[in-house]
């Protein structure tokens, strides 16, 4: 094998190889005796076919089996005798091959670059840690009492309002037609809940117990039921009863119903609650800061095809924005030169940053154990209800996905390894304080005259 570098420009590599004709020749010869002692033609035994029978029967589909385990083999020992890194898989192309010729190719390959870490003991950053009020942990807990509440008959008769449960006989047609699913019988609808379809409720607002009610409402046009679609419908309800609703006692009983022991149970699990979800903000809120001066202290140069992988899936996201209608004023009032030039920053940033996480993990032995992994697999198929089987099946069968659930969790144990190196000053806020501070940094974030790296503080930093 002759092989002749013709490129070596920063992070890129081709080379031009040739294997001579009879070392392919000998390979063919070598497969077809392998297949000799395999194959059953009539008139021959095993392993005493013809060589000239075996070319003249396999010998095509030899020959292209032969070539591309040639090409894969010695591309893969060109890399490793020069103890190559390649970024992505390298592009081959055959220049040259005639049967009992020489075989050429070329062989494109971006490299990996070389990442040397900053001291990370002489990063600085802040960690904030909230304390939560007890006003907070109260209205936590008012807002269970009015998620378990219950309703109770009128002490007073009065016209029903937003709020109130009505039990209400109900009988619905669509064009005199009386279709399935359009009639009950003691329904307890509370009023303003948007259980009904839009217009529904609204129109036993302000009626008597006992009275007779006709409800013209029209269904979405993206209504489940095809037949329902998009079609007017008439209810004929009698209001039966006016109740109103009444927010469960903030007491023992409603901790006990919730598995707490008693009432300042559920209160320590309210507040260990909020204070894991504050916590979650903050950690959020170093990871950036560590990032972005992660991002200031390291300039190498990144492979291009790795930037352009990262800037399809942004611009992608970008493009299905657009069609919803979701893209933000900033980014509606540019063209799409502009958008991609702020984009591909983006993007070299993330490939950067990843690069230099993945070199950390790696000099460090950090690494994602199998339990972890489970971890966040049964946490993922728990968003899911009733489908958690799928879920498990789905990621067990598709190994990209299964490394897309491994990717953050890496990312967070570089994070945290290079965290304890740094030097971390702790600060105690109100919430408030910390909403206000948040503010704060994303008018600043959008007054920025980077536009990368305010899309990276909203929300964008995550590098692997």
Known sequence: MQVTETLAEELKREFTVVIPATEIDEKIDGRLEELSGQVN?????????????LKQRFGKSVLGEVLEKAVADSSSQTLSERSLRPAMQPKIEVTSFDEGKDLEYTMSVELLPDVTPMDFATLEVER?????????????????????????????ARKSKSGDV???????????????????????????????????EDQLVGVNADDDVEVKVTFPDAYGNDKLAGREAIFEVKVKAIEESVPAE???KLAESLGAENLEGLKSRVR??????????????????????LADGHDFAVPAGMV??????????????????????????KDDEELKVEYRAISERRVRLGLLLSEVGSSNNIDVTQEE???????????????????????KNTPEALGNLRAPIFEDKVIDFITDLAKVTERELTPDELRKE?????EAAEAAESKPAAKEKAGQENAC
């Open 166 to 200: 009505v039990v209400i006989d109900f009988k619905g047609t669509v064009d005199g037609e009386a279709l399935p699913g359009m009639a009950a019988d003691d329904h307890h609808l509370e009023l303003g809940s948007n259980q009904f379809i839009p217009g529904f």
């Open 373 to 395: 992994v489970n971890r966040a697999l049964f946490a993922e198929a728990q968003n899911y209800p009733g489908q958690e089987q799928q879920v498990l099946e789905y990621y």
């Open 308 to 333: 352009d992988v990262e800037f399809e899936g942004i611009w992608k996201q970008v493009e299905e924005e657009r069609q919803k209608g979701e893209l933000d004023d900033e980014d509606a009032g």
């Open 128 to 156: 904030v840690k909230v304390q939560v009020p007890d006003q907070e942990v109260d209205e936590a807990l008012e807002r269970i009492a009015e998620s378990h509440k219950t309703s109770k008959p009128l002490a007073k």
């Open 272 to 293: 260990e609650q909020i204070e894991g979800e504050y916590a979650k903000v903050a950690r959020s809120r170093l990871k950036r800061e560590l990032l972005d001066k």
């Open 41 to 53: 033609l009539p008139g021959f035994r095993p392993g005493k076919v013809p060589m000239s029978l």
């Open 250 to 252: 903030i007491d023992d």
């Open 438 to 442: 948040f503010e704060a940094e994303s």
